[in-house]
């Protein structure tokens, strides 16, 4: 039987990229603004983003980091000290020439004020590497003033052609980590431990299952000795890139002249590390756990985990409801969940039920003037759809467990997706069967940029990383049959 559309929703089935689309208008969590390429987040999204970022914020802080914020604006001449750097991003930067509009003489609105150029253009932030190295050359002198753990959270822009909402747009929001180190070692487990942190965060708060591992050359962040990222399955068998963790050596240090006096009185340049996540994460949720009919959200990130739903009558009947579910309210709230009574009278119930449904909210209650004789309460579940009639004395407890089984279930799922569409391909025909079946793939390289890039071009697959925990049997590259010291993760991504 076809899949049912459901509240404007295109089955996965059908159109995978316009079913995320649907969800995010029908969730309301975002739009294109009037501005190309920019999305305005809207406030339901908003939400989700601000419990994602106060998770992440305590587990940096926990681990030493501090918050501090850069300007937007670079001048463009940082950009050319670090030659990798600038070519990684030159294609994707927005530049500031002038400073003032005036008058069209012709009477045709405004134009810029061609007397009002810039001595030196600026770029608008699209990472802050440079911005950050000019500074840090002010805050070091001696081994004492190391390790600097700083992080930002801030927006970036990066000028891109073809953009979908939260996955990639000229605009977004992200974090950004950069620390500065006395050693190599140090700065090297810095970079592994920040990676360590973004997957714990994205299999424990986003129910999000992540790979591991370092990336290939070709895919590295320029500038940098070594990217190490997570990696995510989204439903499609494509992957995303979830969270990168770049080891920059000694780079930018040079590149800015920023050395220090170390404990036997020498000078040398500091290392470096930077790393960063952004509201792409929320659109990898969205496309991981999320089913036909709407959105589905880990409780860790609800902005809503319990919607309470009263049925009534009339006024007085609504006030009954409503003292009787208030200290099962606090008791939800007590337990560490947000829960909101909705008595909007403008909606009935049935609307309520599905607006809900779409928006994710994992617990639904519903409760009625039999309910209070009877006293019981109805429990719906959103990522089963299922639904049972409690006791409403026990309620509390139900609840709490009934979360806690949902975050559970989600990552699970995601899990078995991501271990079923998982394959190893010894041939180079089992290779692209695979890819085309939706997979990831494990497969030997070779170890060649060419071989990279021809394996790309032909079947649009790149190396995601080389995972920390993946097979290290030695064996054959599938495209050149050259020696092979271990299997890599193949995927097609965003």
């Not at 005036?102 to 932030?125: Q, S, Y």
């Not at 992540?210 to 068998?237: C, H, P, W």
């Not at 999320?290 to 049925?311: E, F, M, T």
């Not at 928006?359 to 309910?371: T, Y």
């Amino acid at each position: 039987m076809a899949a049912k559309e459901i509240k404007g929703i295109t089955p996965r089935s059908k159109d995978y990229s316009q079913w995320y689309l649907d969800v995010v208008a029908q969730a309301d969590l975002a739009e294109n603004s009037a501005v190309r390429g920019c999305m305005v987040i809207k406030p339901y999204g908003y939400a989700i983003w601000e419990r994602m970022q106060a998770e992440m914020d305590r587990r940096f802080k926990e681990t030493g980091h501090v918050n501090a914020y850069f300007p937007l604006f670079i001048p463009k001449s940082y950009f050319s000290r670090e030659a990798e750097h600038v070519a990684g991003f030159a294609k994707e930067c927005a530049i500031v020439t002038h400073y003032r509009l005036k008058n069209d003489p012709d009477g045709k609105g405004v134009i810029v004020d061609p007397d009002a150029k810039l001595e030196e253009e600026l770029i608008v932030r699209p990472t802050s590497e440079t911005i950050i190295w000019s500074t840090y050359k002010n805050w070091i002198q001696s081994w004492r003033d190391l390790p600097i753990l700083c992080n930002q959270w801030a927006n970036v822009v990066r000028w891109e052609m073809r953009t979908r909402l939260f996955l990639r747009t000229a605009e977004f929001l992200w974090q950004e980590g950069h620390t500065a180190h006395a050693t190599r070692e140090e700065a090297i487990e810095e970079a592994k431990r920040m990676l360590g942190v973004y997957a714990d965060f994205a299999e424990k708060v986003l129910a999000l299952p992540v790979i591991q591992g370092v990336k290939s050359e070709t895919e590295r962040f320029g500038g940098a000795l070594d990217t190490y990222t997570i990696e995510a399955m989204m439903q499609d068998g494509k992957a995303l890139q979830s969270g990168t963790s770049h080891f920059l050596g000694q780079n930018f240090a040079k590149a800015f002249d920023v050395q220090f006096l170390n404990k036997e009185g020498e000078r040398e340049y500091v290392w470096a590390t930077s790393w960063g996540t952004s509201t792409r994460l929320l659109g990898g949720m969205i496309m991981a756990h999320s089913d036909d009919n709407g959105l589905i959200l880990p409780p860790s990130v609800s902005p809503i985990d319990v919607a309470i739903v009263p049925i009534y009558k009339t006024g007085e009947q609504l006030e009954q409801i409503r003292k009787h579910v208030e200290p099962l309210m606090d008791e939800i709230r007590k337990r560490g969940f947000t829960v909101k009574f909705d008595d909007n009278d403008t909606k009935k119930p049935g609307w309520k039920f599905a607006e809900y449904e779409v928006k994710g909210v994992p617990v639904r209650l519903a409760i009625g003037a039999r309910d209070l004789e009877a006293g019981t309460i109805e429990v719906a579940r959103r990522d089963t759809l299922t639904k049972e009639t409690i006791s409403f004395s026990t309620a509390g407890a139900h609840i709490e467990a009934l979360l806690d089984d949902i975050q559970k279930n989600i990552y699970n799922k995601a899990l078995r997706y991501r271990e079923e569409h998982t394959v190893t391909a010894d041939s180079y025909d089992e290779f692209k069967a695979a890819l085309d079946g939706g997979n990831f793939v494990l497969a030997h390289w070779d170890g060649s940029a060419e071989t990279e890039a021809l394996i790309k071009e032909e079947t649009r697959a790149t190396i995601r990383c080389v995972p920390f925990e993946g097979d290290k049997t030695p064996g054959k590259c599938i495209r050149t049959g050259k020696p092979s010291p271990c299997r890599v993760l193949f995927a097609r991504a965003y």
